[in-house]
């Protein structure tokens, strides 16, 4: 499914329509976008176009370029002349000059928004516009002079921007009360610049020096990013504090090379991710993932993207020598907001989207039904003459209806009725078609989905003690009738500086979310005849709508299961850090999860199946356990030329689970209370179900530099596991690592 950004288009006849096409356009970016401030970020910077085209129509080049790149444009047709045959010849350009050559001599100007780009007509726009905007046009250099190209150009608070061409110049219709344009590029520092009365403006952006000494995390620690030996990305809040999602994962899609986001429209937004591919046919691919600094087992959906201040990466082998066998798959290294400062910071947001489908792919309307079982029959009964499945009102020329109805050897004086025989249609929808009734499934399941999340924040410290107290609120209603998902999320982080060489900590969450959706059977929607009924001549949901027991009625679980699955964690990191002599750091935490679920349903006589039992009653209830004791020593020197950093890890962990199940069936008295009152069944089922691990680890690692331009790593796991087994309770995961600063050799210099 996709998201439907515009449907009917208004007139472009009037002022008025004009005026309100243009509103239409930027209230659905922004709404869709969530009020996304427009940054055009690295890839639409660095993107490159090849095209060699000719005589062929806007349309199509527009197609080539999305087919070549992540943009994709949205335009109005009856404004922009798609069809015009055009020749286009570029080679490894920007998208910009693409599209400058493309509508070069037109009326057709463009806005980029993040990957849209949106296409508009100048002189589509309202006079009383154009009277109140100006063109601002200028340059864009470094320190040195040189030309940038590809710097976002943007009026501050707005969508309007442009990207610079490759020799650094640029020209934007900004709006007359426009006072400040923001200029930013990656590696360079943003830079704002007051316009007020200008029409010409040159910049010179800064280098960003702060990259190449950017600090990442490694595991059990942090490190400056140019003196990492492995593959490390980082990917800070600022890149997606303006994007709505419901779980950070959906933050990382198309953010990292090598990172799979596949991301579901369901209202949870359940994401699965995977770093460099799969690494197991059978097993759990999913990265592991460490939460300020300890492993979380937890569900990603629990941590609140809005708490994120950074996230690592780490999608090399040698992981697995920092975490252990987990890792297999890569390490996604969470750091969540910390209090700062001595005051208070309060932070309210609130986003609000909307959800659609374009309904591309739709069932058969009641004519492409009747189309699609006479092709279907035709080609299983092929000695059948070519015009047996025809409609007798719409015959083949040639073909005359006393021919026609002499295809069968008894003759049916009513020849709609033999057609729909010959159709094999069921009765109720043999009535159906000579009553004129069809029902539209899909438009009976569809609804136009709403998106919110409501979030307040706390930030700042008294003296020695800082903390960071969040709550969060999300509520999606998804575009299917039924799937709806809530969850309440809330964070305390706080650290103390207890004396010069002791600071203690925590850092907890809590969620609590509600899946107690049952939604309508789309894949039941797509096998429904249209002259079918939801409701048979009583006013009783139907079993079968076309009398059809393989095709059930799609809403017949929305309608009649009754379901409560509810779920809530906490997960909280205590910690204590010691400063000790000679380079040396200590810090222990202890670490604790628990998990609580109640999935309880009743499928009632009401529907197919819980006919058969006369109800079906089932309550699950399960809980979780798991702890966890991190002790990590640290030295960190410098001699001369010789950096050294060392790291010594030692693991315990411990988890428990327990879940009872308890069923019953034939609720003959009364099936009031379904699972409230299990006992109420005659053939009650008791089932349990309690585990137990435990493991442990050591872990040491040595990050050795020389001269700031020589790297060597080396690191050693080893991981107990109970389940293991009693032959070989231990894995060992060694790793080195070499690397070479060549840029501050001399001779690469020259």
């Known amino acids: 499914m996709k998201l439907k950004l ?18 239409r356009m930027t209230f659905y970016i922004l709404l869709l976008s969530v009020s996304q401030i427009f940054a055009v970020e690295s890839y639409s910077q660095n993107a490159k176009i090849n095209l060699n085209v000719s005589n062929q129509s806007v349309k199509e080049v527009l197609a080539e370029i999305q087919n070549q790149s992540e943009f994709f444009f949205m335009f109005n047709s009856k404004i922009v002349d798609v069809d015009r045959k055009v020749d286009l010849k570029a080679e490894n350009e920007l998208i910009n000059q693409v599209l400058n050559k493309l509508f070069s001599g037109t009326d057709v100007a463009y806005t980029l928004v993040d990957r849209q780009i949106v296409l508009f007509s100048t002189s589509s726009l309202p006079e009383q516009q154009q009277q109140t905007s100006k063109k601002v046009s200028g340059k864009v250099t470094d320190q040195t002079g040189a030309s940038i190209p590809g710097v976002s150009v943007v009026v501050k608070g707005t969508t309007i921007g442009t990207i610079t061409n490759t020799d650094g110049t640029f020209s934007l219709q900004i709006p007359n009360e426009t006072k400040t344009l923001i200029f930013s590029f990656v590696g360079m520092r943003m830079k704002e610049i007051d316009v007020t009365g200008k029409n010409t403006v040159n910049v010179a952006l800064e280098e960003e020096t702060v990259g190449i000494e950017e600090v990442v995390a490694i595991g059990y620690g942090t ?27 959906q933050y990382l899609t198309g953010t990292v090379a090598g990172v799979s986001v596949n991301n579901s429209t369901s209202a949870s937004g359940s994401s699965s991710i995977e770093v460099r591919g799969p690494t ?22 629990d941590i609140n993207p809005n708490d994120i201040e950074s996230m690592d990466i780490l999608k090399d082998a040698s992981s697995a020598a920092v975490f252990g066998a987990r890792s297999a798959s890569g390490v996604v290294i969470i750091n969540t907001k910390k209090g700062k400062g001595d005051k208070v910071t309060i932070n309210l947001s609130s986003q609000l989207g909307i959800t659609g489908t374009t309904n591309d792919i739709l069932p058969n309307s009641p004519d492409e039904y009747l189309g699609y079982r006479q092709d279907f029959l035709r080609r299983t009964n092929p000695a059948l003459p070519a015009a047996y499945y025809d409609n007798p009102n719409s015959l083949p020329a040639g073909i005359t209806l006393d021919v026609w109805q002499k295809y069968d050897a008894t003759v049916n004086p009513n020849a709609k009725d033999a057609w729909m025989n010959r159709l094999k249609l069921r009765e109720i929808e043999k009535k159906n078609i000579l009553a004129g009734k069809s029902y539209d499934w899909y438009d009976a399941a569809m609804r136009t989905g709403v998106r919110q999340n409501y979030d307040v924040s706390l930030n700042g410290g008294t003296g020695v003690l800082k903390y960071y107290l969040s709550s969060g609120y999300t509520n999606n209603k998804n575009y299917l009738i039924g799937d709806d998902y809530q969850i309440i999320r809330t964070r305390l982080n706080t650290d103390a500086t207890v004396t010069d060489y002791l600071k203690i900590g925590m850092n907890a969450q809590f969620s609590s979310k509600d899946e107690s959706n049952v939604t309508v059977n789309l894949n039941s929607i797509m096998d429904q005849s249209p002259y079918g009924q939801m409701y048979d001549d009583n006013g009783v949901l139907k079993w079968y709508p076309h009398d059809d027991t393989v095709i059930p009625n799609p809403f017949l679980n929305y309608y009649n299961y009754n379901k409560y699955n509810k779920t809530q964690n906490l997960f909280a990191n205590f910690y204590a850090e010691l400063t000790l002599p000679f380079g040396f750091s200590f810090k222990s935490s202890f670490i604790n999860r628990y998990d609580w679920n109640k999935n309880y349903y009743y499928d009632p006589s009401t529907t197919p199946n819980g006919n058969k039992t006369m109800g079906f009653a089932q309550r699950i209830n399960s809980s979780l356990y798991e702890w966890q004791i991190d002790n990590v020593l640290t030295w960190k020197k410098k001699f001369g030329v010789h950096d050294f950093n060392a790291t010594f890890l030692y693991n315990a962990e411990k988890k428990q689970t327990w879940s009872d199940q308890g069923e019953n069936i034939n609720f003959i008295t009364s099936e009031a209370l379904g699972f409230h009152q299990l006992n109420a069944g ?29 790297y060597l790593t080396l690191t050693f796991r080893r991981d107990g596991y109970s389940a293991f087994g009693q032959e070989n309770p231990n894995a060992n995961f060694p790793s080195a690592a070499l690397a070479w600063n060549i840029k501050d050799e001399r001779f690469f210099k020259v």
């Open 223 to 249: 490190m400056k990013k140019k003196d990492v030996t492995g593959s490390v990305t980082q990917v800070k809040a600022d890149q997606f504090e303006t994007q709505q999602a419901g779980n950070l994962l």
């Open 6 to 23: 515009f449907t009917n288009r208004p007139s472009q006849g009037s002022w008025a329509g004009k005026t309100f096409l243009i509103m």
């Open 682 to 710: 005659s053939s009650p089922t008791i089932l349990n179900n309690d585990t137990y691990s435990t493991g442990n680890a050591i872990m040491g690692r040595l990050n050795y530099t020389l001269m700031s331009k020589y």
């Open 280 to 301: 197991s046919l059978n097993a759990n691919n999913s990265p592991l993932i460490v939460l300020d600094g300890v492993i979380f087992n937890g569900n990603i959906t």
